[in-house]
């Protein structure tokens, strides 16, 4: 009897002690769920059975890697496998909380879906830490540009050239800063490379622009008017440019359409193809006829203010108050 005790006892000690090594070997991390209704999985195995459900944001102990999967456990002690992919680190997490609290303080330019799989990054630049890989067909609001380098066309310009290459000769590409709406509702903000979105633009915008020859960067409604059939015809301003992308103005371009109640069609009321204009655009509508838009112009060399004034369908530069300088204001600091 007293034997059985004792083997007992020690085969209870030798569990114990198995237990707390795997205990000890497990490194546990936390992350947070990247996705709405989050599935935690029994195994990474292709038959495996639904453990538990959690939403975006909620805290999870990573305790395993394998391949592309992690095991984690939730506040309640359910553990399970989720796609790595699923579970973003508590640095990204800080990030990415960051880049929604900037997009959300920030207008929209425009919008668009990604036209391929396209990469979300942390900031501007393709070494930057990925967030996550969007689908294709995500829509995304567009926010902030930033022209960049291509990586390695410094070092192909100097080779052509034979000599310490110019800045003007270095091939860059756009960045834009994005939210991107995914398809379980949640949100998520990042960069991304610009050519990798398809802007949505209304399609007479699309029509205009494709015939101008304008590479559409940015579009707002500015006002709407009535079309003598009983609707409300929006008239709009299309910013642009023509050429390669990472040129250093976010717009060299601008066209104003305004809607012809005789001809029942739009017109190209205003064009402006001297600017150096960066967003955002700021568009203010003062009465039912009357719209203002404005923005950063760096043309003239110091940077400046230009405001133009919409009324009913004609486009003229503001003169200020004060300020004789064509529609220009300049921008103090």
């Not at 975006?56 to 102990?61: I, M, P, S, W």
């Not at 002690?77 to 609290?101: H, I, R, Y």
């Not at 739009?266 to 838009?293: D, I, Q, W």
């Amino acid at each position: 009897m007293r034997k059985i005790v004792l083997g007992l006892l020690l085969v209870s000690l030798v569990g114990t002690a198995v237990y707390l090594y795997r205990r000890k070997k497990e490194p546990v991390q936390i992350g947070y769920a990247a996705n709405r209704n989050l599935t935690i999985w029994s195994t990474y195995a292709a038959v495996r059975q639904p453990v538990a459900t959690v939403d975006y944001g909620t805290r999870l102990e990573v305790l395993r890697h394998v391949d592309n999967h992690v095991k984690v456990r939730t506040a309640n002690g359910t553990t399970g496998w989720v796609n790595a992919s699923n579970v973003l680190a508590p640095d990204f997490w800080k990030k990415t909380k960051q880049l929604e609290a900037e997009t959300a303080a920030m207008p929209v330019e425009a919008v668009g879906h990604t036209a391929v799989l396209t990469n979300l990054h942390v900031a501007p630049g393709r070494s930057a830490p990925l967030i996550r890989q969007l689908g294709t067909g995500v829509r995304v609001e567009m926010f902030e540009r930033r022209p960049l380098d291509v990586p390695g066309a410094a070092a192909q310009a100097q080779g052509q050239s034979g000599s310490a290459a110019k800045p003007a000769d270095v091939k860059k590409e756009d960045w834009w800063l994005v939210r991107a709406k995914l398809r379980d509702q949640t949100t998520l903000s990042g960069w991304v490379l610009g050519r990798f979105i398809q802007r949505d633009l209304p399609e007479v915008l699309y029509d205009y622009s494709s015939s101008a020859n304008v590479n559409p960067i940015a579009w707002f409604e500015l006002d709407r008017v009535p079309d003598g059939k009983g609707n409300a015809r929006p008239q709009y301003l299309l910013v642009g440019t023509r050429g390669p992308e990472g040129q250093p103005c976010d717009f060299t371009l601008l066209r104003v359409y305004t809607w012809s109640r005789n001809l029942q069609q739009y017109e190209t009321a205003y064009v402006n193809s001297g600017v150096c204009g960066m967003l955002p655009v700021h568009v203010k509508r003062l009465s039912a006829s009357v719209a203002t838009f404005s923005f950063e112009d760096r043309s003239h060399g110091a940077p400046m203010q230009e405001v133009y004034r919409l009324q009913e369908t004609i486009v003229r530069r503001e003169r200020l108050a004060g300020i004789d300088t064509g529609g220009r204001k300049r921008i103090h600091g």
